[in-house]
């Protein structure tokens, strides 16, 4: 047991950092091995082959093993002043970049619970300040809970990303992440550090999913509504493979679904439904056009299949964004997170 203790620890030292030619590599390490000694380093090749690889530099795993640093909150300008709140421009920093956004902060005594709002996609050519989900920003805040909506990075006024879509727009996960780090290292008085959520719609339902499996005890609940798949090959199929320069540029790196499974699995939340802790609330209406309700039936079953609590709701002839049903969306939203949030 000690020498192959002793090995583990040896290849694992010779092999850290290095991931071109693993294979090649281990071959070259046994082979450097005394003979009577090779074949417990062969039984280690084979029985733990994560002792010769080491996760893609884009990958969820890569964001799991990655310290984030979320900081530098700061309260701006006065965006909106009424009886029930009041709306500040923000800024924090997330991974050395400055990231945009608006907070709601409830009047009366805090501290308040806190949610974090990702927004779906919008185009940056036109997104402005704080766009996307304006009606739930008004509507939780009214409801006693600080609202935090970030504008992610390449959005309104934050810093620019220029490999963020080449990462499968991961770095928005990492700002969604950051923003809650950067709420729980504020001294500012008004958050229930204690008592923080999430809510996607769309691609942000795709980055809080993401948000969920990187740090599993973040938040204590998450709210999607009609969120992209939590398997990124049909993202691509559905929407980067029409725009022929960056999918050019993601195959010529990646390979594509087919050629390179084994990097798409790793680029998919839903390989790592095992890791979610916090309960889900999803929301979806039969008459979404833009993303598929099928898409909502496939995460609900491998929620369920790596026991989640997950509660599911379907609204008949709603579309992507709710609207004659949005009053009941929003009572469930709320009744849920209070149940989490607010019962202690």
Known sequence: MKKIFFYIVFVSILLAGCSRDKFALQENIIQEIPETNKDVVQEIANIAPSVFEKASPVSIQAMIEKEFQG???????????????????????????????????????GPFPVLILNHGHID?????????????????????????????????????????????????????????LAVKNSEMPYFDKENIGMLGHSMGGGVTLNTLVVRPDLVKA????????????????????????????????????????????????INYFERISAPIQLHHGTDDASVPLKWSDELEIAL?????????????NEPHEFINAWPLVMERTVNFFDTYLKSE
């Open 71 to 109: 900081t530098g909150l700061s309260l701006g300008k006065i965006l909106d002043d009424n009886g029930s709140y009041t709306r500040y421009y923000i800024t924090y920093k997330s991974e050395g970049l400055k990231i945009s956004g608006i907070m709601n902060i409830p009047k009366g005594t």
């Open 124 to 180: 940056t050519n036109i997104y402005t300040n704080g766009r996307g989900l304006k009606r739930e920003q008004d509507y939780l805040a009214r409801r006693g809970y600080v609202v935090l909506h970030t504008d992610y990075r390449n959005h309104a006024d934050s810093d620019k990303d220029t490999d963020n879509e080449t990462r499968f727009r991961l770095g928005y996960a990492e700002d969604a992440i950051n923003a809650v």
């Open 304 to 316: 369920k299949k790596n026991n989640k609590d997950i509660e599911y709701f379907i609204y008949n």
């Open 222 to 269: 998450a709210v999607l509504f009609a969120p992209v798949s939590a398997d990124y090959r049909k993202n691509f199929e559905k929407w980067t493979r029409q725009r022929s320069e960056i999918s050019k540029k993601i195959i010529e790196l990646y390979g594509t679904p087919t050629t390179s499974p084994k990097f798409w699995d790793g680029i998919s939340a």
